[in-house]
């Protein structure tokens, strides 16, 4: 009767919680003991609940009871299964009220919310370390470059990873497996990520937007690099110098000064580089394409910086000032120059 009349008899005496059932209490109370008495007898899982070690022993068994009648999709959670059920209907239930946001998770709302707020909830208590983080997730991925520990092993390569869904998404390119199919063409991915990326494509959809200025971009990790120009925040440091950036790609193109490594090759000539863009302006160079022309006269060029210099011949503009003497220059390289023969100070630069 108890659930009719909304009545919660059975109290925990350790803090708020009531229940209708005396069995959600007594499930409830193992939060607070610790005890987990039901264990996988494969692995050693532990867990409060029954229904969750069931779940749990599925991903031994390989058993995927849950499957789709409107396509090859099965798994093992009848939670992921409504989750999918819900992508043949088109429906995202849960919208940003700061932007046109919208996700199928209510968890994946609650962290996109973080964009708007700033808020980093989850912090790294290892010493000397000030990451923090608006996801749990990211937090735990930090968290093993401090331990180091990469418990699961890929058995054709020796490959090891921090964490079971990178093993699984590893294992891939020996399988040759793309289980992610594009429904609007032949394209299909081996990554989740991939296709919501390629789906882009199609519907120009560009969800994620910026609150300090007119941004927008199809990709969450783009809004977050992207707000890193408003904060100013260079989370990526080399370890070898006191050089800082927003982006991971910036810093591994940076460590390259450090070993000298140029792993990015011309196949037509000798050149090298340490940096992938550089390489593909060098192509050009070979392929004589030269996309970038200037409106005033027949110059044209490889480079959309070089046109730019370009035009200032036009132009006359000359934005690199020196703030010692009345020396003016179209280059920062330039001014660089002229600073080192003049001997002035180089704070404004």
Known sequence: MAKHTGEKPYK??????????????????????GEKPFMCGECGYKTVERSDLSRHMRTHTGEKPYKCDQCEFSTSSKCSFNQHLLRHRG??????????????HKPCLTVHMRIHSGEKPYKCDHSECDYV????????????????NRP?????????????VSLSR????????????????????????????????????????????????????????????HTGEKPYKCDQCDFSCSTSGS?????????????????????????????SLHMKRHTGDEPYGCEDCGYKTTNRNSLTRHIMTHTGERPYKCEQCCYSATTKGSLHKHIAVSGHSADSI
Request: charged content about 25%.
């Open 170 to 229: 590893h294992m891939r390119t020996h399988t040759g497996e793309k289980p992610y199919k594009c429904h609007l063409c032949e394209y299909s991915a081996a990554e989740k990520g991939n296709l919501k990326n390629h789906l882009a494509q199609h519907t120009g959809d560009k969800p994620y937007m910026c609150g300090q200025c007119d941004y927008s971009t199809t990709y969450l990790g783009s809004l977050r690099t992207h707000m890193r120009k």
């Open 152 to 164: 699961y092993m890929c058995g054709e390569c020796g490959y090891r990873a921090a964490q079971k």
């Open 133 to 148: 983080t608006s996801s749990k997730f990211n937090l735990d991925r930090h968290v093993l470059k401090h331990t180091g």
């Open 251 to 279: 810093l591994k193109r940076h460590q390259l000064t450090h070993t000298g490594e140029k792993p990015f090759v011309c196949e037509a000539c000798d050149y090298s580089t340490s940096d992938k863009f550089t390489l």
């Open 12 to 33: 925990c005496d350790q803090c708020e919680y009531s229940a209708a059932q005396k069995k959600n209490l007594d499930r409830h109370m193992a939060k607070h003991t």
């Open 91 to 104: 429906e995202k239930p849960y919208t940003c009220s700061e932007c046109e946001f919208r996700t199928l």
